[in-house]
């Protein structure tokens, strides 16, 4: 895993909607979703929905797969730097409760 991946809005940014001289209220129309969603996207507050990675897709910026397992990869990376609680392996639990 790639060590803190960026947030999939912030690549959408910079290696799509930059490069192509998009605004985000063009882009947002193009993809048929309002200009808020995309900028809460577009800068990180909100994820990549499956429905957004489709979207993505039809309009020709990679594949909804890849959109999502940039999120995944995202998402992920923070949840291991959280904290996490103390779990026991479901076989060891299994096997306690067959006794």
């Not at 490069?19 to 993809?31: D, F, I, K, M, Q």
């Amino acid at each position: 895993m790639m060590y803190n991946p960026p947030h999939p809005g912030e690549v959408l940014k910079d290696e799509v909607l930059t490069p192509l001289g998009l605004s985000v209220t063009e882009a947002a129309r193009r993809l048929s979703m309002s200009r808020v969603a995309l900028s809460r996207v577009l800068n990180g507050r909100a994820g990549i929905s499956p429905d957004l990675a489709i979207r993505l897709e039809k309009s020709g910026v990679s594949t909804a797969r890849a959109w999502l397992a940039m999120q995944t990869n995202h998402d992920l990376w923070l949840a291991m730097g959280h904290e996490q609680p103390q779990v026991r392996a479901l076989g060891e639990l299994a096997n306690n409760h067959l006794d």
